[in-house]
Nanobody
Framework: QVRLMESGGGLVRTGGSLKLSCVAS????????MGWYRQASGKQRELVAT???????NYAQSVKDRFTVSIDNYKRAVYLQMTNPEPEDTAVYYC?????????????WGQGTQVTVSS
């Protein structure tokens, strides 16, 4: 069974910084990509940033130049460095991984970690 464990959420002020971490565990044969999505209260889940095992990144326009996603393939970990967060970034942040195991290719999700940005 594959599991994604997030950490690092919490309260941060505008102008500050916060780093989210996520580690994948379980019987993973291949890790294709990892990343972060978020869901604000009353809104749909949306992409924040993803990164492939090869290092190709994709960012939402709203976070580009403020957030940085990185991956550690050996640790099967993904990170999100949030700088200059804004109140609009307040949401539950979900770790995402696209993996292959004995059942084939599929996306996996973490439980989510709350990020609250105060002005």
């Amino acid at each position: 069974q594959v599991r994604l464990m997030e950490s690092g959420g919490g309260l941060v002020r505008t102008g500050g910084s916060l780093k989210l971490s996520c580690v994948a565990s379980g019987r993973i044969e291949t890790l294709n990509a990892m990343g972060w999505y978020r869901q604000a209260s009353g809104k749909q889940r949306e992409l924040v940033a993803t990164i492939t095992a090869g290092g190709t990144t994709n960012y939402a326009q709203s976070v580009k130049d403020r957030f940085t996603v990185s991956i550690d393939n050996y640790k099967r970990a993904v990170y999100l460095q949030m700088t200059n967060p804004e109140p609009e970034d307040t949401a539950v942040y979900y770790c995402y991984a696209y993996i292959r195991d004995g059942l084939g290719w599929r996306p996996e999700w973490g439980q989510g970690t709350q990020v609250t940005v105060s002005s």
